[in-house]
């Protein structure tokens, strides 16, 4: 399950969605010059990026993994030899949305078109719901349930996500983790991480429980029932080893035993921490099975963020690394949505984790620190689990490669050191960890990575999701009040509304419909069906150009539940 | 809002008296001060609800002479419902006795403003239904039939007609229109007050913003009624509530279901048109566009019944009180683009409001009415299906009757509350059955449609058996019937396809069960039929059933006996079936809604003994019928006791063992005339002995059917159904059925002199079959029931049920044969002659079939398959 690596957005400068956009007249790529013109003046630049064998490795790479990473080093696509023109290509994304926006569908060919109902099973492949049991007609839970979806561009998805009821303590987990340079880390997070916060938040007594149910071979607590759709796997071979370090983690939090309760926000970066230094240390000494060997290597040498949300009541506990978001859906008083952060993005945009950066390293550093808004000038986040490369010195790198197998010796990225690299660790998994406490107006959260949140501005999400989940009723009345208004305009204005309207009645998934926006929207903000169509249908390769994976999870509250905790607590 | 602001004006213009008590409302809003007068400490009537339906009654009441009525208004009159109403009195209506009411209401409201001096704003517009569809005309057409034969004018015109009725339809879509010149606008706040004015007038004191909290009730009787201003002693309560009276009727400690529900109503007002439409233009209704539009202040006033309705006050009042209601314009489109639809020059036309008015629905959208049977003098008229300033009038009087004669004037049983039971009043059902009805309103009506909302409510445990098999299930009473079994392989049309007015795509299917029936032996499942045990430790059982049913019930133990529940007027408050089970107990099996009157109509009359009991065991047993030739060959294979008519005579009962089951009640019955047995079959053996039938069944070709099959062999048999056929203004001696009634058994009974005078002066209805001569099956339409009879080309009458006989390979209708003086139209006395002398013709949407008519059933053809039906038959051969 290795993923190629080769066209990743953060780690490879090859051209990715939006942030470049992609001035294509090849002949050899028919498919994409039909449906996507570009400005001409663009043009001089598409023979540096060889646009076409770049997609063909991609293809290769899906089959043979880790090699094609050398491939590309050797055709000198790999991101890191930063190259000033590509560079140059650098737009602000707001500019690529204009630009899409502005395209032309007239001439479109329609060996595109996809019919709604394929349009829908593509959509719909990965979409997962989950209602909270009620007893007895009174749903004790803040949450109701939640609604997940991904649609991948990479191939395969480098996105994962995973949502769990912690069993031993209240609450209840949601995350969403982007991977870089493959999917192996992401995959590894997205199993291990809401069990090291499950275990920081668990009491003195329950660790002891579980330890000397461990020791004595009997059956073990649950701790997480998790929420998974079909294709959320988990890796079986590692199974045993992430355990004995989750062991390994509880038996030093028992030791340390601190008798104090157990706060969540530093439960979930201590947890963080935890697993970035066990993920670190497994690749470190290594394992006697080969094939283990070379996963934990994959999972330390690849990346990922992760922004995950711990719901307890009218606590909210968001814990981010890296540029994944978390937004809260907020109702006002009048019926209309507003949004509200509930994370910082890590990347260069934000100047406090700028600021962070030079602090943590010598002044000397300064200028090389941040390039082109990358770490390093390689990688956009500037937290993330995993990547090792940014953590590690040189001397240990050097050394874990080399006795490494001999996939890992041969690949070329692992052997490259990043420029300027004096001072590590330059990346941390530490996560920033905000605290809400939950308002009856908080109707829902939307965890999304950042393919959503490129595409799509807060407010618009807020929005459509706040309308999809209160449906056509909620949709801010008309009144006719004192206003002279004739039969004729309402009949108009109600047909529009109406049309606005019937696309949410296709999904029956928060997330699902916000794909559908995000995806589909047009110049008004509303689905345009050709438009869907032929982004879900760009070929396998050409699709990372156009888009990033997304993953959402739209998590809805229960306003009576979070207004009755409030009036308990008042 | 404006109607409302007028009509308080004048009512209290009018009332002087009115305005003394009330007129420091006006000054000031202190609380002390709006009840001037104290309530009166006790009244013979108590009405809650100053609505149309209350001030109704009211009216009534005081007009046949009972003057000792308190109203009672929670708010203010006419406030609720009735003041948001459209106002529209339209006379289309689809059951007879709907459109009794309605016809009486207009002639009622006609003259109101002449009798009270309350201006009532009645114009009189005419009203036209269009048709969008052929099948639409079909239904208008049978509208207009029975309109016309009422003397209600009426005529079915084209589209053009309708254009010059009214300039502004859109007339491109159409396919004609049925035009009824009599209906009217009316403003319904003020018919209101018109009719408080007069029963004031009359005596009634009339009480606003006094709210009634529950009514006391003592043995059985209601007491008194609590308010929040008192205690008022009553021996009558009349519960006119509106949507509110489901809430009511469960306030107290002895609850009376109302199975009610509201919906958001909504309609659309416009500013005047730069030319106003003048106030004569006829009200329009499109059903087809589920819209009606009328003329109002020289704009529109345009509603509709969407197919979407929301529901609201499921959880009780609480939530909202009807004027803060809010206008919902999303919900509406569909409407307004009708109405757009139907006339565009309105594009231009500026809005003025969009009026969210509640309105209240019933589980089969008629309104309830009548007293509770439960609660003696608990009166309800409520659950108007939008429909109470057509039906207001007319109810109110109908009920009036009730409460001061006993009964009223009509046959009111397709509204009585006992049609209802406690099983329709879980709120959830309710709140999905009105979701279902309301949307009804404007549906086709076609024959045969079905409920899908609240099904699968009462089921015999042989359902899934048989559901498996292929049934296709109505329901009745919240019991699962079937109707026909689709047999495999073979797939019918979707409901909605297969609603029609000609021949139902089932027609084979029912007609392979009928030939099974009467060839080899068929088995239906009849669990629903109510079923009641009398017994007593003396003969007080006998004694009291000998009073209260005609027929003898005297008879040895075993015997089944065919008897009515009379009442003194001779009519038929139920037929049934009796068997003694043993000297002191009985076993009586009635029609499935009968559940409710019928145990009302004997608890209030079996003598309060201890010593005397009477249960409901419908519940106990799964009735099976075997119907057909072969049915005494597999009974007796699975009982090995003789079944021959020599063993097992006709109208017997006896318990044996089927299979493995003992204690099974085999009756030799069937309800329809053919051979065979009734297995009452205690519910824990239903599906051994229902195996057992089917295996042993097999090499006599056994196979299930259902009620469609039942009923058209029980109709080519002349048998009459209580509920359908028979009502309480039938006696037996109006359907061939004297020889049910024993006048000389030697003991008093109820209605025994009603019949001995009609023994004597002769009757003045004849139940009589017709049979469709000139009637193409594939083609025609069918006959459905309510069609009017036409002898030598005058209306003498209309059909009460109908179907296809296989055997006659004819239609058979069902009807009552009248006779009315050519000149003065009085009733005169029918005759066998008069039946027998006759060219009949049905009149079925507008199209005459000659029929024949017959007084007795098809013996001979029947003759060489009769063999055990002799004594069930022989009674119309008597004759």
């Known amino acids: ?570 | 809002m404006f109607l409302r602001l007028l009509s308080d004006t004048r009512w209290r213009a009018a009332n002087p008296k009115w305005r003394r008590m009330t007129c420091s409302r006006r000054s000031t809003s202190s609380t002390q001060e709006l009840h001037p007068a104290s309530l009166p400490a006790q009244a013979q009537v108590v009405i809650c609800g100053g609505g149309i339906t209350g001030t109704s009654v009211a009216y009534h009441l005081s007009k046949m002479g009972w003057k000792d009525i308190v109203l009672l208004e929670q708010g203010r009159l006419a406030a609720g419902t009735t003041r948001f109403c459209a106002g529209i009195v339209s006379t289309a209506r689809h059951v007879s006795i709907e459109l009794k009411m309605a016809d009486y209401s207009n002639k009622l409201y006609q003259q109101l403003e002449q009798e009270t001096g309350v201006v009532t704003g009645y114009v009189k517009t005419g009203s036209i239904s269009l048709a969008q569809t052929q099948d639409r005309l079909i239904s208008l057409k049978r509208i207009a039939s029975s309109l016309n034969v009422m003397g209600i004018p009426c005529e079915i015109i084209t589209p053009k007609q309708v254009a010059q009725l009214h300039p502004l339809i859109n007339i491109h879509d159409l396919v004609g229109a049925m035009y009824v010149p009599e209906d009217a606008l009316v403003s319904s706040a003020n018919v209101s007050l018109a009719l408080a004015t007069a029963a004031s007038r009359n005596g009634v004191q009339i009480y606003e913003r006094t709210s009634v909290s529950h009514v006391a009730v003592q043995n059985g009787r209601v007491t008194g009624v609590e308010t929040d201003r008192g205690q008022i002693q009553c021996q009558y309560f009349v519960n006119c509530a509106g949507q509110w009276a489901y809430e009511l009727g469960h306030s107290g400690k002895e609850p009376v279901n109302i199975p009610l529900h509201a919906c958001e109503h909504f309609y659309l007002l416009t500013h005047p048109l730069k030319e106003p439409l003048a106030s004569s233009l006829p009200t329009i209704v499109d059903p087809d566009g589920r819209i009606y539009i009328r003329n109002w202040q020289g704009g529109i006033l345009s509603g509709g019944f969407e197919k979407n309705p929301k529901p609201l006050f499921t959880e009780g009042r609480n939530q909202l009180e009807i004027q803060n209601l809010q206008e919902d314009w999303d919900h509406f489109e569909p409407l307004l683009s009708a109405l757009l639809r139907r006339m565009p020059d309105l594009e231009a036309l500026q809005i003025m409001q969009l009026v969210n008015c509640p309105e209240s629905f019933t589980p089969d959208m008629r309104c309830i009415m009548g007293e509770s049977p439960t609660v003696r003098g608990y009166f309800v008229l409520a659950g108007m299906n939008s429909a109470g300033i057509s039906y207001g009038g007319g109810a109110g009087k109908y009920l009036a009757e009730w409460m001061v004669n006993g009964y009223p004037s009509e046959n009111v049983w397709p509204l009585d509350l006992k049609r209802f039971g406690a099983l329709q009043s879980s709120r959830t059902f309710l709140r999905h059955r009105v979701m279902e009805v309301m949307p009804l309103i404007c549906d086709l009506k076609v024959p045969r449609w079905d409920f899908q909302t609240g099904r699968q409510l009462r089921t015999s445990p042989l359902y899934d058996r048989l559901d498996a098999q292929g049934a296709r299930w109505m329901e009745k009473h919240g019991f699962e019937r079937v109707k026909y079994f689709v047999p495999p392989g073979k797939d019918l049309l979707d409901l909605d396809q297969s609603k029609t007015f000609y021949k139902p795509d089932w027609f084979d299917i029912v007609g392979s069960e009928v030939k099974c029936c009467k060839e080899a032996v068929c088995v239906i499942d009849m669990s629903s039929f109510t079923k009641f045990e009398i017994s007593s430790t003396g003969d007080q059982a006998l004694e009291s059933l000998q009073y209260l049913f005609s027929n003898d019930l005297d008879v040895p133990v075993g015997h089944v006996v065919h008897t009515g529940m009379l009442n003194e007027k001779g009519g038929y408050e139920n037929d049934c079936s009796i068997a003694r089970l043993s000297k002191r107990s009985f076993f009586m099996i009635s029609p499935t809604d009968q559940q409710v009157h019928c145990w009302a109509w004997l608890k209030n009359r079996l003598p309060d003994d201890g010593n005397l009991t009477m249960e409901d065991v419908t519940w106990k047993y799964t009735a099976l019928n075997l119907i057909g030739p072969r049915a005494v060959d597999v009974l007796s294979e699975l009982s090995y006791a003789p079944m021959t008519p020599e063993h097992f005579p006709s109208l017997f009962c006896k318990e044996m063992s089927v299979g493995y089951a003992n204690g099974i009640r085999v009756m030799s019955i069937t309800h329809t005339g053919e051979p065979g047995f009734m297995l009452y079959i205690p519910i824990e053996y239903a599906l051994h002995v229902y195996n057992e039938v089917m295996n042993m069944g097999q090499k006599y070709g056994i196979r299930n059917a259902g009620y469609y099959a039942l009923r058209s062999l029980r109709i080519e048999k002349f048998f009459a159904f209580w509920g359908q056929d028979l009502d309480a203004f039938t006696t037996p001696m109006e359907c061939g059925r004297e020889f049910q009634v024993k006048l000389d058994k030697g003991m008093q009974f109820v209605g025994q002199e009603a019949l001995l005078e009609q023994k004597q002066s002769g009757v003045y209805k004849r139940f009589t079959m017709f049979i469709l001569e000139d009637h193409d099956t594939d083609m025609d339409l069918w006959p459905w029931w309510g069609e009017p009879i036409f002898r030598n080309g005058r209306y003498v009458g209309k059909t009460t049920s109908s179907a296809y006989s296989y055997t006659l390979e004819r239609h058979v209708c069902l009807g009552f044969v009248q006779h009315f003086d050519e000149k003065t139209g009085e009733e005169l006395v029918v005759t066998t002659d008069f039946i027998n002398q006759g060219e009949y013709e049905i009149d079925i949407a507008g199209q005459r079939f000659q029929a024949k008519a017959k007084l007795y059933p098809f013996s001979s053809l029947f003759t060489h398959r009769r063999r055990k039906d002799e004594v069930e038959l022989s009674g119309y051969q008597r004759e």
């Open chain 1, 1 to 570: 399950m290795l993923a190629a690596s080769c066209c990743d957005r953060r780690m490879c400068v090859c051209p990715g969605p939006r942030r470049i956009a992609i001035p294509v007249r090849s002949s050899r790529l028919p498919l994409l010059s039909d449906a996507m013109p570009a400005p001409a003046h663009l043009f001089p630049l598409i023979r540096n990026c060889e646009i076409s064998r770049i997609c063909s490795t991609v293809c290769y790479c899906h089959h043979k993994h880790l090699c094609c990473l050398s491939s590309h080093f050797a055709h000198g696509h790999f991101r890191y030899a930063p190259q000033k023109k590509f560079a140059a290509l650098y737009r602000p994304k707001e500019n690529f949305n204009h630009f899409i926006h502005a395209r032309d569908y007239a001439s479109a060919p329609q060996r595109f078109y996809l019919t709604p109902p394929q349009v829908n099973s593509i959509l719909k492949a990965n979409e997962y719901s989950f209602k909270v049991p009620e007893f007895d007609g009174k749903n004790v839970s803040s949450v109701l349930g939640f609604d997940s979806n991904q649609l991948p561009a990479n191939a395969p998805i480098e996105d994962r996500r995973s949502a769990a009821t912690c069993l031993q303590t209240r609450g209840m987990l949601l995350g969403v983790f982007d991977g870089h340079a493959g999917c192996a880390c992401a995959q590894a997070v997205s199993e291990r991480l809401f069990y090291y916060i499950a275990v920081s938040l668990l009491p003195h007594e329950t660790l002891l429980e579980i330890e000397n149910a461990v020791e004595s071979g009997r059956a073990l607590l649950p701790i997480l029932q998790w929420h998974k759709h079909p294709n959320d796997y988990f890796s079986k071979e590692a199974s045993k080893l992430y355990f004995s370090s989750l062991r390994t983690y509880w038996q030093e939090l028992i030791d340390l035993n601190s008798g104090e309760t157990t706060d969540v926000k530093e439960a979930l970066i201590n947890a963080f921490k935890r697993l970035d230094n066990d993920i670190s240390l497994e690749a470190q000494v290594g394992d006697p099975n080969s094939f283990l060997n070379y996963l934990v290597l994959r999972v330390a040498f690849s990346g990922a963020t992760a922004c995950v949300a711990h719901v307890d009541g009218v606590d909210l506990h968001i814990a981010n690394t890296g540029d994944s978001r978390a937004m809260l859906g907020v109702q006002e008083e009048d019926g209309s949505w507003s949004a509200v952060n509930l994370s910082y993005d890590h990347n260069a945009q934000n100047e406090h984790e700028v600021e962070r950066v030079k602090m943590e390293h010598p002044k000397s550093e300064e200028k090389s620190l941040v390039k082109q808004d990358r770490l390093l000038g390689l990688l956009m986040p500037f937290r993330a689990f995993g990547d090792v490369k940014f953590k590690w010195s040189i001397e240990l790198q050097k050394r874990v490669v080399e006795s490494g197998p001999d996939q890992l010796n041969d690949n070329e990225y692992t052997k490259f050191i990043p420029p300027n690299y004096h001072t590590p660790p330059y990346l941390t998994a530490e996560p920033e960890v905000i605290h809400h406490k939950l308002r009856p107006q908080d109707k829902f959260l939307v965890l999304a990575t950042d393919g959503l949140w490129e595409t799509m501005h807060r407010q618009d999400v807020a929005r459509i999701v706040g309308e999809y989940l209160t449906g056509v009723h909620h949709q801010q009345p008309i009144a006719v009040g004192g206003y002279k208004v004739t039969l004729g305009q309402m009949h108009g204005l109600l047909t529009e509304r109406r049309a606005r309207i019937s696309s949410v009645f296709e999904d029956q998934n928060a997330a699902t419909h916000l794909i559908r926006h995000a995806v589909g929207n047009n110049e008004f903000g509303t689905v345009d069906h050709e438009r869907l169509s032929k982004m879900l249908s760009l070929p396998e390769e050409l699709a990372r150009m156009y888009r990033d994976d997304i993953t959402i999870i739209v998590v809805q509250f229960n306003s009576h539940v979070i207004g009755a905790c409030q009036n308990e607590e008042l």
